[in-house]
């Protein structure tokens, strides 16, 4: 089998790297392990984080005007330590163009801004706050903005119409797409990888890519083997989300001469901000210590949770802000009481500590005030109308849903990378098999990982269609 370029793994990355291809005038051919597409793409919720120039139409109609510097300011903070600046200013430079090519692939947005804390919109909304962009320290960083946007999708699991449509899109541009076919190998001729192996209906099958290999894999959730390796703290909890997700394109990649880098990452997230006035409580640890200010993100809330001794954390509510938790959350009552020292009791910790804590909390949040946590009103509130109530998040039974954000280390032309930093050639990469925008498990916003693969997939393709 022969062709221009060859791409592995058929979700939203796959399928922007193929469309970018074979508009560059490339000969495609993906192949995809799965008997259609998706991938963790499939999954997801169809929100991809855009902003910057001023904003796009809708957070402009929303009066939300949105500055690049601003926005890259932000990306950067929420890659923390493992922030790729390079890759923060181009996106933040072109997302706005990002936005306008995914709605000439035919992506639908209904237009509107949809206000409050939300995991996703239950309607067909498109903009909604999806990150810490209102919390502290990233809106001492860079000036809040909603930057979630949502594909045209009643209820939840956008992301499997978003791959339908780019799939749509990429078949019509003559990609031509081998389904049931798994990668088993790279090929390199000296120092350029040049195809690659193929298992088909049990056989393996030769593959020459005359321009390029992309890779566009997913992360490796799946694989107990490398999560041991890389990232122990994932076996505290129990609900990983991916699809194929084992980590075979990283191993390629690496085996090529790549350097996998942040491999340590996951995003994890309890759905806690379901009711939202749950985001109005207290977390404290098994000390009865707080240890994050709880109106920022329910993915750096929970992934500081992880970072807890002992076996769950607790949600402190009052009478005026419980509502019974959603099932699926799998989050249960461990106390209640009259007072804050009741529940204490109740909960077995040392005294004056969480009743300390809550005392504490609440003489300086009548104030207006979080000196310790620096948690900002309107969502900063006492906690003092009981009766109160424990919620215990554990974090071996709770829903604790995670996945991983290590991978290869690639240019911002999609080109994967060696130790030194020189581009492998011929080899490329997109998606989560790499380590992109959203590469910090405590500064992760929703919309990060399909903005990542969505253009770094283009970027990517093109690259690998002009050789």
Same mark, same amino acid.
């Given at each position: 089998?022969?062709?221009?370029?060859?791409?592995?793994?058929? /979700?939203?990355?796959?399928?922007?790297?193929?469309?970018?291809?074979?508009?560059?005038? $490339?000969?495609?051919?993906?192949?995809?392990?799965?008997?259609?597409?998706?991938?963790?793409?499939?999954?997801?919720?169809?929100?991809?984080?855009?902003?910057?120039?001023?904003?796009?139409?809708?957070?402009?109609?929303?009066?939300?005007?949105?500055?690049?510097?601003?926005?890259?300011?932000?990306? !950067?903070?929420? /890659?923390?330590?493992?922030?790729?600046?390079?890759?923060?200013?181009?996106?933040?430079?072109?997302?706005?163009?990002?936005?306008?090519?995914? !709605?000439?692939?035919?992506?639908?947005?209904?237009? #509107? *801004?949809?206000?409050?804390?939300?995991?996703?919109?239950?309607?067909?909304? &498109?903009?909604?706050?999806?990150?810490?962009?209102?919390?502290?320290?990233?809106?001492?960083?860079?000036?809040?903005?909603?930057?979630?946007?949502?594909?045209?999708?009643?209820?939840? /699991?956008?992301?499997?119409?978003?791959?339908?449509?780019?799939?749509?899109?990429?078949?019509?541009?003559?990609?031509?797409?081998?389904?049931?076919?798994?990668?088993?190998?790279?090929? $390199?001729?000296?120092?350029?990888?040049?195809?690659?192996?193929?298992?088909?209906?049990?056989?393996?099958?030769?593959?020459?890519?005359?321009?390029?290999?992309?890779?566009? &894999?997913?992360?490796?959730?799946?694989?107990?083997?490398?999560?041991?390796? *890389?990232?122990?703290?994932?076996?505290?909890?129990?609900? =990983?989300?991916?699809? !194929?997700?084992?980590?075979?394109?990283?191993?390629?990649?690496?085996?090529?001469?790549?350097?996998?880098?942040?491999?340590?990452?996951?995003?994890?997230?309890?759905?806690?901000?379901? =009711?939202?006035?749950?985001? *109005?409580?207290?977390?404290? #640890?098994?000390?009865?210590?707080?240890?994050?200010?709880?109106?920022?993100?329910?993915?750096?809330?929970?992934?500081?949770?992880?970072?807890?001794?002992?076996?769950?954390?607790?949600?402190?509510?009052? /009478?005026?802000?419980?509502?019974? =938790?959603?099932?699926?959350?799998?989050?249960?009552?461990?106390? &209640?009481?009259?007072?804050?020292?009741?529940?204490?009791?109740?909960?077995?910790?040392?005294?004056?500590?969480?009743?300390? %804590?809550?005392?504490?909390?609440?003489?300086?949040?009548?104030?207006?005030?979080? =000196?310790?946590?620096?948690?900002? %009103?309107?969502?900063?509130?006492?906690?003092?109308?009981?009766?109160?109530?424990?919620?215990?998040?554990?974090?071996? %039974?709770?829903?604790?849903?995670?996945? &991983?954000?290590?991978?290869?280390?690639?240019?911002?032309?999609?080109?994967?990378?060696?130790?030194?930093?020189?581009?492998? $050639?011929?080899?490329?990469?997109?998606?989560?098999?790499?380590?992109?925008?959203?590469?910090?498990?405590?500064?992760?916003?929703?919309?990060?990982?399909?903005?990542?693969?969505?253009?770094?997939?283009? !970027?990517?393709?093109?690259?690998?269609?002009?050789?």
């Amino acid at each position: 089998m022969m062709c221009d370029v060859v791409i592995i793994g058929f /979700g939203a990355a796959g399928a922007c790297a193929a469309i970018e291809a074979a508009e560059a005038g $490339a000969k495609v051919l993906v192949f995809e392990r799965n008997s259609g597409s998706g991938g963790a793409s499939g999954l997801s919720g169809g929100e991809i984080y855009i902003g910057g120039r001023g904003g796009t139409e809708v957070q402009r109609a929303a009066g939300f005007e949105d500055q690049t510097e601003a926005f890259a300011a932000y990306l !950067k903070a929420s /890659g923390g330590p493992c922030a790729d600046a390079a890759k923060c200013d181009l996106y933040a430079a072109e997302a706005v163009d990002h936005f306008a090519w995914l !709605k000439a692939q035919g992506v639908p947005y209904r237009g #509107n *801004y949809l206000a409050g804390k939300h995991i996703e919109p239950s309607d067909d909304s &498109t903009l909604i706050w999806s990150g810490s962009e209102t919390a502290v320290p990233f809106c001492d960083i860079a000036t809040p903005a909603p930057r979630g946007h949502v594909i045209r999708h009643m209820g939840w /699991g956008g992301g499997r119409p978003l791959v339908d449509i780019l799939e749509v899109r990429a078949r019509d541009n003559g990609v031509e797409v081998v389904t049931d076919a798994r990668a088993i190998s790279l090929i $390199a001729d000296g120092n350029r990888i040049v195809g690659l192996v193929v298992r088909i209906d049990n056989r393996e099958r030769y593959v020459r890519a005359d321009r390029g290999v992309v890779l566009a &894999t997913g992360g490796f959730v799946m694989n107990e083997a490398m999560r041991r390796k *890389y990232c122990p703290q994932t076996f505290r909890i129990n609900d =990983p989300i991916g699809d !194929k997700d084992d980590g075979s394109g990283i191993e390629l990649g690496v085996g090529a001469g790549g350097d996998a880098i942040h491999m340590d990452q996951f995003f994890t997230t309890c759905p806690w901000i379901i =009711p939202e006035s749950h985001a *109005y409580g207290v977390f404290v #640890n098994g000390q009865g210590q707080r240890f994050i200010n709880e109106d920022c993100y329910h993915g750096r809330v929970s992934r500081a949770m992880i970072d807890q001794p002992g076996p769950c954390v607790y949600l402190l509510l009052d /009478g005026a802000h419980f509502a019974q =938790p959603p099932s699926f959350a799998r989050i249960s009552i461990a106390a &209640t009481g009259e007072t804050w020292e009741e529940v204490e009791r109740e909960l077995e910790m040392a005294e004056d500590t969480l009743s300390s %804590t809550m005392n504490f909390y609440n003489h300086h949040a009548r104030e207006g005030r979080d =000196p310790l946590f620096h948690k900002r %009103t309107p969502i900063l509130t006492p906690l003092d109308q009981g009766p109160f109530v424990a919620l215990e998040l554990n974090f071996a %039974t709770s829903y604790f849903s995670f996945f &991983t954000l290590g991978g290869l280390r690639t240019s911002i032309a999609g080109e994967v990378l060696d130790r030194s930093g020189a581009p492998i $050639a011929g080899l490329f990469a997109a998606g989560r098999c790499t380590s992109g925008l959203p590469a910090w498990g405590h500064g992760y916003s929703s919309g990060l990982s399909l903005a990542d693969c969505t253009f770094f997939g283009r !970027k990517a393709g093109r690259k690998a269609a002009h050789g």
